[in-house]
Nanobody, 122 residues
Framework: QVHLVESGGGLVQAGGSLRLSCSVS????????VGWFRQAPGKEREFVAA????????YYVDAAKGRFTVSMDSSSNTVYLSMSSLQPEDTDVYYC???????????????WGQGTQVTVSA
């Protein structure tokens, strides 16, 4: 069983930055990747970024490239999503998830956190 807990969301003005954290605990033996997704009410979860354990390879959706950075502290089993130049359209609930390999498909991941709200004001 793997347990993920997100933190770091909040309210920020347009152009600002936030760093989300995803603390991973349990027995992630078969889970070799962590992905970040976003979801608006009534919509499907959308891929944002992913990283392979222990942090050698990272992947991004086009809209995140150059603004978001996914990183990992393997010593503390924590994955970060650093977001800069945030815009109102980045407002959503952000989730981290653990899966066997990096993927942009939500169905690929086995375990999910509870989500953290990111709100960007104009």
């Amino acid at each position: 069983q793997v347990h993920l807990v997100e933190s770091g969301g909040g309210l920020v003005q347009a152009g600002g930055s936030l760093r989300l954290s995803c603390s991973v605990s349990g027995d992630p033996f078969n889970e070799k990747a962590v992905g970040w997704f976003r979801q608006a009410p009534g919509k499907e979860r959308e891929f944002v970024a992913a990283i392979s354990w222990p942090g050698r390879n990272s992947y991004y959706v086009d809209a995140a490239k150059g603004r978001f950075t996914v990183s990992m502290d393997s010593s503390s089993n924590t994955v970060y999503l650093s977001m800069s130049s945030l815009q109102p359209e980045d407002t959503d609930v952000y989730y981290c998830a653990a899966g066997p390999t990096p993927s942009d498909s939500a169905e690929h991941y086995d375990y999910w956190g509870q989500g953290t709200q990111v709100t960007v004001s104009a």
